[in-house]
């Protein structure tokens, strides 16, 4: 951490050293016309404010950068697994790099920000703001800055495709066949699940504005939960505790909502423990949560991925309980 942050006091002072020298340099030639300040420019985030020390800080404790699954830089993986695979996706709109990443850093300011393209302030843009057609159906979703989160957080494309029309069966040959392994995108948006059986809808939490960045990225918590930590719990006096400073706006009273939270909880862990029983005892599923490898019926299939998606969204249901707990009970019914 100490490396960094002494490096963003440092640049300032480079800069103004680089400008003395270049302007010594110009003495013998013409003089150019007046442009702006370099040292200005790089100083809007290269100062000495704390505004941009505080997000590094918490970026430093995030799972974005401590996580460790950047070395998956196979040009298949590399898109949401490197910094450069991302933003070379954008460009191409290709859904795999041209060549594996070399040197592949993980998620960092450069990833979502346009940082270094004018050499202004205004480079804190975001990437990519344009709404998302998801891999796994295409369906285009709109979450307003956390477009540039779900092009990550969604589902790739299982081979073989489970599709609730066929009554085929379908053979899959890989334990980690599966909705891998981030669908909160598509889970929010209340889509991408195998949906056999009606009386699918969404939770209020789909119309969230901003959807991820309102509740991940809510006011920080010291560099445990909000802001460029990412994470929305942080411990206190020992107890893991909610970070609930983004629903507040909605959800007036803590209490109920803690309340609310814990049944949504209990409703949805029930479920997972529900459907996993189904498919452990019709042998699709083994103890440590990955299909089992052979043919099955394509309801079996769809039961796995269900189970999968769900569990894998990490929420307990919170981002979207009513598409979750429809996708678990029409699964669990088309199993009996
Ligand atoms: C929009 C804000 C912003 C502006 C304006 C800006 N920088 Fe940066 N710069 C950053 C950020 C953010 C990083 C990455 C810091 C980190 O990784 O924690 C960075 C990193 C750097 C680095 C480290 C090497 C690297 O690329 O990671 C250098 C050198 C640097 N900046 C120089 C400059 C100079 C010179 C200017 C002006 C010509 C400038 N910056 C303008 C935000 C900015
Ligand atoms: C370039 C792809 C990419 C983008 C963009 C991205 N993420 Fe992630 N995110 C990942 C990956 C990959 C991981 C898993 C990192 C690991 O475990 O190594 C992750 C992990 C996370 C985690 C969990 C960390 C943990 O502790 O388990 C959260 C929360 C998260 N991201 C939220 C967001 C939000 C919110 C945004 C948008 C503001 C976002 N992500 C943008 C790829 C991305
Ligand atoms: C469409 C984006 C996307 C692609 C493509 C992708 N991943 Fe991921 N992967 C993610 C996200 C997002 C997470 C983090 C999910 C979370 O923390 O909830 C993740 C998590 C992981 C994890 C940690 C999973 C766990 O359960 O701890 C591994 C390992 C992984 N990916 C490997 C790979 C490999 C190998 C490939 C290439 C074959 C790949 N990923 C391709 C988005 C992607
Ligand atoms: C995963 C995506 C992501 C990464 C990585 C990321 N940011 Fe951000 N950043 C955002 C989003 C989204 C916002 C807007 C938050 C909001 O609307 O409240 C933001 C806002 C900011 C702002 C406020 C900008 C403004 O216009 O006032 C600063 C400063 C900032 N980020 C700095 C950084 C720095 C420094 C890093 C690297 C250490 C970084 N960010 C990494 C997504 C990201
Ligand atoms: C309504 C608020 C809300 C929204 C919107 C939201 N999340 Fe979450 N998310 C949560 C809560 C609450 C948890 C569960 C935290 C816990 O109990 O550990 C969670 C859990 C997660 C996790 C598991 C890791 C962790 O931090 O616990 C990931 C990854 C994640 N969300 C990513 C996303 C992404 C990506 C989006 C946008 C597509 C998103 N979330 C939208 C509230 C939200
Ligand atoms: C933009 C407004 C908004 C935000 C922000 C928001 N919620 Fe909600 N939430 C709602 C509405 C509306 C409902 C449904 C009405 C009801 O049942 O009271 C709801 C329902 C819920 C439920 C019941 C299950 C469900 O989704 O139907 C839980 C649990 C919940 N919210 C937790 C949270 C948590 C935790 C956060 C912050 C991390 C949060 N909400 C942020 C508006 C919001």
């Not at 951490?1 to 003495?27: G, Q, Y």
Request: charged content about 15%; proline content about 5%; glycine content about 10%.
């Amino acid at each position: 951490m100490k490396k960094t942050n002494l490096f963003m006091l440092i640049v300032p002072v480079l800069f103004v050293a680089m400008i003395v020298f270049v302007a010594s340099c110009t003495k013998e030639g013409q003089q150019g016309p007046q442009g702006e300040s370099g040292v200005q420019t790089c100083g809007q985030c290269h100062n000495f404010s704390e505004d941009v020390l505080a997000r590094q800080i918490q970026y430093e404790a995030s799972g974005h950068l401590n996580g460790g699954t950047f070395e998956r830089n196979g040009s298949d993986c590399a898109p949401c697994h490197t910094s450069m695979g991302y933003r070379e996706v954008l460009q191409t709109g290709e859904q795999e790099t041209s060549a594996a990443i070399s040197n592949p850093t993980p998620v960092n300011c450069f990833t979502c920000h346009n940082i270094h393209e004018t050499y202004t302030s205004s480079d804190w843009q975001l990437r990519s703001t344009t709404p998302v057609a998801f891999r796994i159906n295409d369906v285009v979703s709109d979450q307003g800055t956390a477009n540039v989160c779900i092009s990550c957080h969604q589902p790739m494309i299982p081979d073989p495709f489970p599709s609730p029309g066929t009554r085929e069966d379908i053979t899959i040959t890989s334990p980690y066949w599966g909705p891998h392994h981030g669908p909160q995108g598509t889970m929010i948006a209340g889509t991408g699940g195998y949906e056999v059986g009606g009386g699918y809808s969404n939770s209020a939490h789909t119309n969230i504005e901003n959807t991820c960045v309102k509740c991940h990225m809510a006011e920080a918590y010291g560099n445990q939960a909000g802001g460029h930590t990412w994470n929305m719990t942080y411990l206190y006096h020992g107890g893991d505790h909610l970070n609930i400073a983004g629903c507040t706006d909605c959800h007036t009273d803590p209490d109920a909502l803690e309340a609310m939270v814990e049944d949504t909880a209990e409703l949805i862990d029930g479920l997972l423990a529900d459907l996993r029983t189904v498919l452990l005892t019709q042998g699709v599923l083994d103890s440590s949560d990955h299909v089992i490898p052979g043919t099955m019926s394509m309801d079996q299939a769809g039961g796995v991925f269900n189970y999968l998606f769900v569990l894998e969204d990490r929420s307990e249901g919170l981002h979207n309980t009513k598409y979750a707990k429809k996708l678990m009970e029409n699964s669990i019914e088309s199993l009996q």
